[in-house]
């Protein structure tokens, strides 16, 4: 009876050691699959490169839903639903191209707005969507530049739904990109 009580504690042992390994094993391979889904989460065939970066398309970024949600200080505020196209360049390296709008009246030298559309189109005209500019947060005094002036920026790319202080996309330390000529 004893040898009997015995093999069947190895037996439980061994099946809950096994079980533990099991767990441990899954977890380990749902670790490795979320880094996993992060980095395949970018399918570079859908984005034009250009050094290394990505060249943002402004199609990509105007394609957008809006859900409205209460707001206790607004009443009610739209919240950007990002695709997953958007959502997959999210705090990465891109190159943007665009309208040059200044916005001397934030104060801030150091923000500036590309737009996808000329000045007399764009968001501030009611002709286009907030979905159509994009914050442009630079790290060095740019040249003079004329408004509508059609530049190139580079900078780690931000979606942003929570912040309204800012726009719904961001270009931080972005860096002015003289023109290709």
Known sequence: MR???NFVFIVL????????EKSITADADKINMDSLRAEMALDSSLYKWEEGKIVVNWKDLIDIKFVRKADSLLDSVDIPQFTDKVKAIHGREVIMEGFYIPVEETGDENIVILSAYPYSQCFFCGQAGVESIVDVLIKEALPPIKTDTKVRFSGTFKTN?????YLIYLLEEAKYLPSRR
């Open 3 to 5: 040898l009997f009580k």
């Open 13 to 20: 042992l061994f099946f809950l050691m096994s079980c533990r």
């Open 161 to 165: 739904a929570d912040d309204f202080d």
